[in-house]
């Protein structure tokens, strides 16, 4: 189990990143069940972890730099998922970087209340390779519970820090860490003139950044708009509605291959907008005129097999798939004003789970939640962001009356949200808990919106 | 009705040319006397002005016609011939004149107040003269509601435009709509007026 479960990450961080080895921790021979290697044993209470800078070998100043970076992200990483007590980096600064794994100074960690220690090293390798080899440590038995070792490009070195922490989080909690993940969204920090026959248009394009912010590429070059971008599960590809052809069409931008398609067959008069991929990546739902009105469609991934999902004189759209790809939820003003209703991808079991005054752009929740966030108009002109348990009709709302809040996409493991708002003054993108907790900026350049959050 | 709307819009169309055309002819016509000036020079004209300067002060030269140009003769203005007009300009130039009507609508409707229909039928009367322009309806909507349920409702709006012009006559060929949701507001700003303004449909002629 432990080594398929390695095996598979080895495999996935290979396709993001390339050449990074993951060696799997000698085990003692006499081994320990798993709940001795769970740190922490007071009830009720977190596990406090330190993460000091780690030991640069040989001492160069880009290396420090490094040893510097990785332990300043890792601690970021497990601090936003809130599952151990992190202690502040600026309370240890004084406690000397152990030499060795076997050298660490315990009782100064002890002392200062740590119950984890992650200990780690950055050394240099030939063709400007680096190797980072890290281990969390026990301070009350003196064991180190858990190590891996990477090596790669020093350009990588913020996503080593990441998988670090994301093992460390399942090891030791069980959690699905979503260090590793990315948001695509869209902005107008590189605004131009738009092209066309109307003049003083502003561009806009999709970007995607790492969860917390950094890393922020540009990925479409369209002069025009570039809106609602939307990962497929795989992480390789962004659906997005786009203008380049004139009016809106389902663009798919293959993010590594450097490909764009236009796969549903959109046209002067057929337009194709709001892409959303099933979880299994092989079926896309979306919003289409093709029969007279803003209707869902659901088709292919290549456009084959296209067919109609809804069927209404009002307008439907905004679809998002539930966990196992068996429902779409949407927007519907059928009634009059923009609602979230749920419904069988065969069409039957049509169900209205809001009754507000104006709500939008339903996102369900990843698995193990079944809750769908939305945006919602909590007094005119401003926008609160909410969700609904499907169980019990509960709902929640996350944001209260701070500028407007809107577009909200979960994080892989549910937990976590991202989302629009003005609350800083321009339109940034902010993190916030499902429980309401943890609220974060992630961007600052220009206007940032219609986040979506990758598997 | 319609007829009325007609001449309004002749009429505007009219004044729109004849001013055009009095600044061009007038630079016409002073560059005109400004070239035979300096061939012809001193003895039969010593009064004659100084060459205008080249086009950015045609305005004023254009004021100054009556007095600079005694004896000229003022042709006068051809009669309006809007084909002629338009079919000289490029398709920017037409459009930055907006020569057909935007089309407005209520805050989350689509509906076609008595105002939108005036507006859709004036500006078939312009579209019945120019059957060979294709004319995108723009669905636009102001800032206030979410950017994904408005890219449904100006598709709307657009659709809407588009069913009342081909019911009117106009041939769907002719015809394509566009949805920018809040995306490119025409003003910007928090106030009842910047947001009616952004409610509407925007006529773009995109072929002639």
């Known amino acids: 189990m432990t080594n398929s479960t390695r095996y598979f990450l080895i495999g996935q961080f290979t396709i993001i990143a390339g050449s990074v080895l993951l060696l799997s921790q000698q085990l003692e021979p006499n081994q320990r069940t798993e709940v001795d290697l769970i740190i922490g044993d007071r009830i009720g209470s977190q596990p406090r972890f330190a993460v000091p800078d780690c030991l640069a070998l040989p001492e160069s100043a880009e290396l420090i730099d490094a040893a510097e970076t990785i332990a300043r992200v890792l601690w970021n990483d497990l601090e936003f998922e809130r599952e151990f007590q992190m202690l502040a980096r600026d309370t240890y600064a004084t406690i000397p970087t152990a030499r060795s794994f076997t050298d660490l100074p315990f009782d100064a960690w002890r002392e200062l209340g740590a119950d984890g220690v992650v200990s780690c090293t950055v050394s240099s390798l030939p063709n400007d390779e680096i190797r980072i080899q890290a281990r969390l440590f026990d301070v009350r038995t003196l064991d180190s519970t858990f190590g891996v070792e990477y090596s790669g490009q020093m350009r990588s070195l913020r996503l080593y820090a990441h998988q670090l922490s994301d093992e460390i989080h399942r090891n030791q909690r069980g959690l699905e860490g979503i260090a590793r993940t990315r948001i695509t969204f869209v902005s107008d920090r590189d605004s131009e003139s738009a092209l066309g026959l109307v003049e003083d248009r502003q561009t806009k394009e999709v970007y995607v950044t790492d969860y917390d912010g950094a890393n922020t590429r540009r990925v479409t070059v369209s002069r025009s708009l570039s809106i609602t971008p939307a990962w497929s599960p795989d992480g390789r590809a962004i659906a997005y509605t786009s203008y380049l052809n004139g009016p809106q069409d389902v663009f798919v931008s293959f993010i590594y291959e450097g490909l764009l398609e236009s796969p549903l067959g959109g046209d002067q008069d057929i337009h194709n907008w709001l892409p959303a991929y099933s979880p299994d990546g092989k079926q896309m739902a979306f919003t289409s005129n093709r029969d007279g009105n803003p209707e869902i469609y659901i088709s292919n991934v290549d456009g084959t097999n296209s067919r109609r999902l809804t069927n209404h004189p009002g307008i439907d759209t905004s679809p998002t798939w539930s966990p196992l790809g068996h429902q779409i939820a949407f927007t519907s003003d059928r009634t009059g004003s923009p609602q979230i209703y749920v419904l069988g991808i065969d069409g039957t079991g049509l169900r209205r789970i809001t009754f507000e005054s104006y709500c939008d752009r339903p996102t369900w929740s990843p698995a193990p939640y079944n809750e769908i966030a939305y945006t919602s108009r909590t007094s005119p002109g401003s926008y609160d962001i909410k969700h609904i348990d499907l169980a019990t009709n509960e709902v929640r709302q996350l944001t209260f009356g701070v500028g407007t809040n809107e577009s909200p996409s979960y994080s892989a493991n549910g937990r976590h949200l991202v989302f629009s708002s003005t609350r800083s003054g321009e339109k940034q993108l902010w993190l916030i808990g499902r429980d309401g907790r943890g609220l974060r900026r992630i961007t600052s350049m220009g206007n940032n919106e219609m986040p979506s959050w990758s598997r | 009705m319609r007829k009325t709307t007609v001449n309004f819009l002749g009429t505007d169309f009219s004044i729109r040319y004849v001013k055009r055309n009095y600044v061009i002819l007038s630079m016409i016509l002073a560059g005109l006397l400004g070239s035979s000036c300096v061939r012809n020079t001193p003895p039969v004209e010593p009064e004659a002005p100084e060459p205008p300067p080249p086009s950015a002060s045609a305005a004023i030269v254009s004021e100054e016609r009556p007095e600079s140009l005694p004896e000229a003769p003022l042709l006068p203005p051809p009669p309006f011939e809007p084909e002629d007009e338009f079919q000289s300009r490029t398709l920017e130039e037409i459009n930055r004149d907006t020569p057909l009507q935007p089309v407005f609508f209520g805050y ?73 949701g809040k995306e490119f507001p025409f003003e910007s700003g928090e106030t009842e007026q910047s947001w009616s303004a952004n409610r509407r449909a925007h006529f773009v002629i995109t072929a002639q």
């Open chain 2, 108 to 180: 989350d409707s689509s509906e076609l107040n008595s105002i939108a229909v005036t507006a859709i039928s004036a500006n078939v009367d312009i579209l019945e003269n120019f059957p060979t322009w294709v004319i995108t309806i723009e669905g636009h909507c102001d800032e206030r509601g979410t950017p994904e349920y408005n890219l449904g409702l100006g598709e709307r709006r657009a659709l809407v435009v588009r069913e009342y012009l081909v019911e009117l006559g106009i041939a769907t060929s002719q015809l394509r709509t566009v949805s920018y």
